[in-house]
């Protein structure tokens, strides 16, 4: 899939962290005619949180900039597996967000105007057709949160997260940069000016004109090596999956009032996730806690499946910022050194557009238009993007 490369002493750019973002990243400037590129891994490829993402890509989002963005995005990952000559085992089968309430009812309104008005396929279903898409779903009425109406996005999709790694690394490995796992950094060198001019790692220092952050969990950590703050805090995000039924499901759902989402594998197991926790860790155990509150309300909507036997559990890691929006571009004071990060629990569904825009800013060194909204000065300036309605993860962090 990619080979083994001794380390150069010096690239053009060199990119920490070899999840979805780092060799998305990798992949378009490779395409730009970048190839003298480094990914440097300090564990195995993609073995962070893109390891562990359930992988559901969607438009649906509140803020202007966050649907442009993410819309992007989503047309990207539908030419994706073309592009790579890779089965990526996409699968478009829409989306329904639940509402419970007349509130619910209201920002889901609103939120498909605006989605509409920016070109994507969005719009508010009732009960009955609710009942239709889900025939499963329990819609009694007098029941605890009962079922309203929902937001419907047809071309919602799932994708299979390590095929796209592997289909990323594949490409950017043919097209000629190099990927090193197993190589941690440990520190940034600088100039005589204190730009920064490479990085060291367990491997040896390394030289490049550009460094660009994907570490997405540990991406405050990063810069901290260069003595930078950033408004990021690490929380994680557990989801577990069944044992395979029968088709049961033939489209994705979620509840952000139940902070939990629901969808239905090609292998028929059902895959449940949820919120972020609410405390901040680098740890990868799994709670019962999180398992039993993700199992009692995937039951609320499907008492049918209280037969069915968890499979296995899981945990990843989320880089979460104070509007639940990403931080892209460079950093005011700190040349030659890009963020790529704060994709808290949205960062799989990202990739390609973050990947193409960083390309395009290393490349011509212009921001683009689309990710201007995203930069870290936002949180000086006070023009945050409030994206914190736009998840499960809604109201926990
Ligand atoms: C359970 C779960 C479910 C999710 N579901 C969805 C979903 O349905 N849809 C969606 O869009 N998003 C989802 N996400 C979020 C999404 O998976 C992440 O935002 C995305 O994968 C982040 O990708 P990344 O490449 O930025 O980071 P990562 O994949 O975490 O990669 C960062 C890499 O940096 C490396 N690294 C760290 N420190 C160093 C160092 N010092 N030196 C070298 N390398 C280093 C790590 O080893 C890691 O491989 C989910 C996340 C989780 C945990």
Known sequence: MWKYHDLNRRYDVLIIGAGVHGLATAFYLAKR????????????????ASARSTAILRATYVTPQGISFFYE?????????????????????????????????????????????MGVDSRIVGPDEIKHIVPPLDMRKGKDLPVLAALFHPPASVIRHDAVVWGYARAVDSLGAQIHPHTEVT????????????????????????????????????????????PIVTHPLQAFVTEPIKPFLSTGISSTNLHVYIYQTDRGELVVGGAVDHYPTYSHRSTNFR??????????MFPSLSTVNVLRQWTGLCDMTPDYAPIMGDVPGVNRFLLNCGWGTYG??????????????????????????????????????????????????
């Open 33 to 48: 005619g970048i190839t003298n590129v480094c990914l440097v891994d300090k564990g195995y490829l993609g073995g962070g």
């Open 187 to 230: 520190g940034f060198l600088t100039d005589r000016y204190g730009h920064v001019s490479g990085v060291r790692t367990n491997r040896g220092d390394i030289e490049s004109g550009v460094v660009v952050n994907c570490t997405a969990a540990w991406s405050s950590s990063i810069c901290e090596m260069l003595n930078l703050k950033l």
């Open 348 to 397: 799989f569904k990202s990739a390609p557009i973050a990947g193409k825009s960083m390309a395009e800013l290393i490349d011509t060194g212009l921001v683009p238009d689309l990710i201007k909204p995203f930069s870290i000065t936002r949180f000086d300036d006070g023009r945050l993007i409030n994206e914190k309605g736009a998840a499960s993860s809604a109201a926990l962090h």
């Open 73 to 117: 995005s989503l047309k990207l990952y539908e030419e994706l597996a073309q592009e790579l000559d890779y089965n990526l085992l996409f699968s478009q089968f829409g989306r329904l967000e639940l509402a419970h309430t007349e509130s619910a009812i209201y920002a889901a309104r609103i939120r498909a105007e605006f989605n509409r008005a």
């Open 291 to 300: 398992l039993e509150d993700l199992v009692s309300h995937a039951l609320k």
